[in-house]
C-alpha cells in the first residue's frame, strides 16, 4: 500500500503537465497587466475563503512587501483579512455580501480583482465578480477544474485541472509566486527603462 506521502505526490505529479500547459502563458500575461495596472497607481483586490484566504493574503503580502528583491510597495489588499469590515458585513447584509460590498468599496475602474476557489462555486465569490465586473475592474479567477460558474463571470480564469481540493491550493500557492515574479519583473524593467530615460 501507498503511503499517504506517495499517494499525495502522485495526485500532485498527475496534474502538473496540463497545468504547466495552460498556466504559463497565462500567469506572464497577468504579471504584465497586472504590474501596469499598478505601477500606474491602480490596486489589486484579492479574495477567497478558507485556505483560499490564505493564498489571498499571501499574494497580497509579496506585492506590498517583496518577493525577492527589494522595490517600492503595491497596493494590494486581501479582503479576507479585514476582520471588522467582513463580519459587520456578513452580520448585516448576509455572508455572501462579504467581499462584494469591500469590492463596491475600495474597486476602482481599471483596477484588478483575482478571486481564489478551489470549487469556482462560492456563493460569496460569484457575488464579488459580479459587483466587480459592474464597477469596470478586471475581473480574473483561479479555480479548479473548469467549466465552473466563477471562471464563467470573471474576464479570464485559471482552472488547475485536479479533482482534489489539496492539489488545487498547492498549484494556486505556485500560480501566486509565479504571478509575483513576473510582477516584479515588469516593475523592475519599466523603472530602469525610466531611470535611463531621466539620466
Not at 126 to 137: F, I, M, S, T, Y
Not at 142 to 152: H, I, Q, R, S, V
Not at 156 to 165: E, M, N
Request: with cysteine.
Amino acid at each position: 500500500m501507498d503511503a499517504p506521502l506517495d499517494r499525495h505526490l502522485r495526485r500532485l505529479s498527475d496534474a502538473l503537465p496540463a497545468f504547466r500547459h495552460t498556466a504559463a502563458d497565462r500567469l506572464d500575461r497577468w504579471g504584465d497587466d497586472l504590474a501596469r495596472v499598478l505601477v500606474d497607481g491602480g490596486r489589486l483586490l484579492v479574495a477567497g475563503n478558507g485556505g483560499s484566504a490564505a493564498e489571498a493574503q499571501h499574494l497580497t503580502a509579496e506585492l506590498v512587501g517583496k518577493l525577492r528583491d527589494d522595490r517600492r510597495p503595491l497596493s494590494a489588499i486581501a479582503l479576507s483579512a479585514e476582520t471588522s469590515s467582513l463580519t459587520a458585513i456578513g452580520n448585516d447584509y448576509g455572508y455572501e455580501e462579504v467581499f462584494a460590498r469591500q469590492v463596491r468599496a475600495h474597486g476602482r475602474p481599471g483596477d484588478v480583482l483575482l478571486l481564489l476557489s478551489t470549487s469556482g462555486r462560492s456563493a460569496n465569490l460569484l457575488r464579488a465578480a459580479r459587483a466587480g465586473a459592474d464597477a469596470g475592474l478586471r475581473c480574473w479567477a483561479l479555480t479548479g477544474p473548469a467549466p465552473n460558474p466563477l471562471a464563467g463571470l470573471c474576464h479570464d480564469a485559471l482552472a488547475v485541472p485536479s479533482p482534489d481540493p489539496q492539489v488545487v491550493q498547492e498549484l494556486h500557492l505556485v500560480s501566486v509566486h509565479v504571478l509575483c515574479g513576473s510582477v516584479d519583473r515588469v516593475v523592475a524593467g519599466r523603472f530602469a527603462r525610466v531611470g535611463r530615460a531621466a539620466s
